[in-house]
């Protein structure tokens, strides 16, 4: 009795014994490094905000360092030299002044008005900049464009999409996007040269699309225009 025991004994501790030395099963998860975004890959979402008081085209190559944002953020009372624009245009970088004017009320409907550049004048600039930070009323942006092409692509899939309820285009080539843009069937194109017929041109064609041809015009006219188009 005492030997059947001492066996059962033995047998019960060797048990445990080998219980406790097997390995624990745990599932198997592949090693997965976290993904990170290409330096060089574009950030349409993130906006890189710029807090110095002057604004040139070696200081945001310095500050962007390499990386494709898609939006910057300017301080509001920078000076933006003309190699800044330059800059902008030419990466294709949609910037607005960092004020909380410019940014959308999510408590009020918002009308969206877009310009589209492709004669990067300095009246234009400075108008576009002055529209956007005073916005009359309305949320305004812009986009720096590289020619007539891209921009009639642009103005006619923006207002076929419904994403704008006017657009502004600034070119040298005016009555060219003006002719080609007017196809599309939702586009009603003109060239504008006098603030007193935007009120006109909306009220007997719903002018939606409006084409300036910036040269050789001021600050004041252009900003002008944009304030008139931009009334509902």
């Given at each position: 009795?005492t030997?059947?025991l ?21 599932p ?11 330096p ?6 993130v906006?890189?905000?710029i ?8 200081l ?9 944002w898609?939006?910057?953020?300017i301080?509001?009372?920078a000076?933006i ?23 959308p ?26 529209t956007?930070?005073?916005?009359f009323?309305?949320q ?25 309820s ?7 080539h ?11 069937e ?6 504008v040269s ?14 939606n699309?409006m ?8 600050f ?11 009334k509902?």
């Amino acid at each position: 009795m005492t030997a059947v025991l001492d066996e059962k004994l033995v047998e019960s501790i060797v048990g445990e014994v080998m219980h406790r030395l097997r390995p624990t099963a745990h599932p198997v998860r592949a090693a997965v490094a976290p993904t990170r975004p290409s330096p060089l890959a574009p950030q349409p979402s993130v906006t890189f905000a710029i807090t110095d008081r002057v604004v040139t085209a070696e200081l945001l190559a310095s500050r962007l360092n390499g990386q494709k944002w898609a939006k910057v953020a300017i301080c509001p009372k920078a000076v933006i030299t003309p190699s800044a624009f330059d800059y902008l245009r030419t990466h294709k970088i949609v910037w607005h002044r960092n004020t909380a004017e410019a940014a959308p009320n999510p408590n009020k409907p918002m009308t969206h008005w877009k310009a589209l550049i492709v004669s990067a004048t300095p009246g234009v600039l400075q108008a576009i900049e002055h529209t956007e930070s005073q916005a009359f009323g309305k949320q305004w942006s812009h986009e720096l464009l590289g020619g007539v092409d891209e921009a009639i692509s642009a103005a006619t899939s923006a207002i076929n999409r419904g994403e704008v309820s006017g657009l502004a285009v600034f070119a040298d080539h005016a009555e060219l996007i003006a002719c080609r843009a007017n196809r599309s069937e939702r586009v009603n194109a003109a060239v504008v040269s006098d603030v007193q017929l935007i009120s006109v041109l909306k009220q007997y064609m719903q002018l939606n699309l409006m084409v300036v041809r910036p040269s050789g015009r001021s600050f004041f006219e252009l900003r002008n225009l944009l304030k008139e188009f931009g009334k509902s």
